[in-house]
């Protein structure tokens, strides 16, 4: 189903679950994945642009949160 909204849901539960266990590189993965996929909407875009921020700010990436949080409000 890769390509469907299924996937997009199955990209979310994934990171979500390793989200709520401090699994953040894990949970990063599966934001990455979402990412490169070309369907997502606008408003889900921004949902995975979002966590992918705060993952990489839980990982000790600020740098790279600061830049993803910029690139959020363009």
Do not use: C, M
């Not at 679950?17 to 979402?34: E, G, K, M, P, S």
């Not at 921004?46 to 363009?74: P, R, V």
């Amino acid at each position: 189903f890769p390509g469907t909204k299924e996937a997009e849901i199955a990209y979310w539960k994934l990171a979500w679950y390793r989200y709520r266990h401090q699994r953040y590189q894990d949970a990063l993965h599966y934001v990455h994945q979402a990412l490169n996929k070309q369907l997502l909407s606008a408003e889900v875009l921004a949902k995975f642009l979002y966590w992918k921020g705060k993952l990489e700010y839980f990982s000790g990436k600020k740098e790279q949160a600061a830049q993803t949080f910029k690139d959020l409000q363009q």
